[in-house]
């Protein structure tokens, strides 16, 4: 494939990711809402969850056509982007204040589904038995988070901001629509962003892992971006970084775990993970466990080290 066409691909999978994952996060959320399921659920559920999803049908999608290496690395490569570029570029344009009631165990839940991937990580390719492991993990972090919401009944008269940041479908009918718009348009993108970033990879002379920590990392996490954006823009960043949080969490356990469970072989961990990536996302993991538990704001300065730190990490790859 040519260099212009692998471009065109890649350009081609992201609009149409962005698109169904914007469709799918606002009718996920209006569907929850109805349901009356609580806001925090629903940031680090529903929300984090629906714009995971471009990770998920690319991961998915890269292992079954057999490119395993870029497979986890879209996962590793969309954690550090989430809170390097995610965080650090609203920060920028708002401080974020992430004083919000019970984020800072979330954030240490974070943490500690980052230690248990990078330790799977160390101890070879990811098989059928470690995805089963990461999926008992999610299953733990759902029912705290819903243990949580249950215990806790203040969220009732918390105002509804993800409302009030996305804008949402108001009619049964017209959730069904968003829905199904989603799910039929995030494999399409994903196809086409697979397809353009190996293909571009090869055109490189670099590794599809590169590709996928950077390209494809910051491809599928532009429905985070875009969220956290308008949230900041809106003064609704504890919504945001409870998204950031959330999402990570689902990339790890959620996304990778499925992806370890049903592809045909064991998903291999690529060279230089261990001694450069994986620590970089665990350095990532610990700012945030940082700024919730002690700091509790992400201003300005903080926001341009964190571009600056993913700038050079991105140079280091390359």
């Known amino acids: 494939m ?22 799918l996060i606002r009718g996920a959320i209006a569907l ?16 984090a969850f629906g714009t995971s999803a471009p990770e998920l049908v690319v991961s998915l999608r890269a292992a079954l ?27 920028v344009v708002y401080p974020m204040v992430c004083d919000q009631r019970g984020v800072d165990g979330d954030a240490r839940v974070m943490f500690l589904m980052s230690l248990l991937f990078v330790g799977l990580c160390a101890l070879g390719p990811l098989d059928r038995l470690d995805g089963i492991v990461l999926l008992a993990a999610l299953a733990l ?17 918390e105002p509804e901001g993800w409302e009030r940041v996305l804008g949402l479908p108001a009619t049964p009918v017209m959730i069904g629509v968003f829905l199904v718009l989603g799910v039929l348009t995030l494999p399409l993108g ?13 055109a490189l002379g670099v590794p599809s892992s590169v590709v996928g920590l950077t390209v494809v990392a ?12 308008v949230a900041a823009f809106k003064r609704e960043s504890a919504l945001a970084v409870g998204n950031i949080i959330g999402s990570n969490v689902m990339n790890l356990v959620a996304i990778m775990g499925l992806t370890a469970a049903v592809a045909p072989a064991a998903i291999p961990v690529p060279a230089g993970f261990l001694s450069l990536n994986l620590p970089v996302m665990l350095g990532a993991a610990a ?11 992400v201003d300005r300065r903080l926001g341009l080290i964190l571009l600056a730190a993913y700038t050079a990490y991105t140079v280091v790859l390359f």
Not at 2 to 23: H, N, Q, R
Request: overall charge neutral.
């Open 287 to 297: 700012v945030l466990v940082w700024v919730t538990h002690r700091s509790h704001v």
């Open 190 to 202: 994903a196809e086409l962003l697979v397809r353009g970033a190996m293909a571009y990879a090869d």
């Open 65 to 91: 056509l057999g490119y395993g290496d870029l497979s986890i690395a879209n996962i590793v490569g969309s954690n550090i982007a989430n809170v390097m570029l995610v965080v650090g570029l609203p920060a």
């Open 141 to 157: 972090f759902l029912l705290r988070a819903f243990r949580t919401s249950t215990s806790d009944r203040a969220w009732a008269d």
């Open 2 to 23: 040519p260099t212009y066409l692998a471009v065109l691909y890649i350009f081609g999978g992201v609009v149409w990711l962005l698109m169904g994952g914007d469709v």
């Open 218 to 229: 910051v491809g599928t996490s532009l429905p985070e971006l875009a969220t956290t954006l």
């Open 32 to 47: 929850s809402r109805r349901l009356g399921i609580s806001p925090l659920i629903v940031g680090l559920t529903v929300v």
